[in-house]
């Protein structure tokens, strides 16, 4: 059975910086584009930052753009998300998911299950 180990999460503050890990387990990343993803307390979930399965296409969300990066380790069947300049609004719990490609995945089109998300707070 796979399961998405989302971790990393916690509380910063404003200006601060956290790194998300994400190793799902009965899975291999490989062939494979992943992407983070957010759920904020009474909003839908909504897609973050996406990377293709050779690393070669990228996309963020905008209102993260400049902020944040995307990047795995094959070798290690991780993927990971560094975030900057935190705000606020960034509180929410972060997922990751992988798919065929980042527009499918930006889609929604691809998920058959989701982990346990690693909560983010960011306070002023």
């Known amino acids: 059975q796979v399961q998405l180990l989302e971790s990393g999460g916690g509380v910063a503050r404003t200006g601060g910086s956290l790194r998300l890990s994400c190793r799902p387990s009965?899975?291999?990343?490989?062939?494979?584009?992943m992407g983070w993803f957010r759920q904020a307390p009474g909003k839908a979930r909504e897609f973050v930052a996406g990377?293709?399965?050779?690393?070669?296409?990228?996309d963020y969300a905008e209102s993260m753009k400049g902020r944040i990066s995307i990047y795995r380790y094959d070798a290690l069947n991780t993927v990971y998300l560094q975030m900057d300049d935190l705000k606020p609004e960034d509180t929410a719990v972060y997922y990751c998911?992988?798919?065929?490609?980042?527009?499918?995945?930006?889609?929604?089109?691809?998920?058959?299950?989701w982990g346990q998300g690693t909560q983010v707070t960011v306070f002023s």
């Open positions: 998911n992988g798919g065929k490609t980042i527009l499918t995945m930006k889609q929604f089109a691809d998920f058959a299950s």
């Open positions: 009965g899975r291999s990343i490989k062939n494979s584009a």
């Open positions: 990377i293709s399965h050779d690393a070669y296409y990228y």
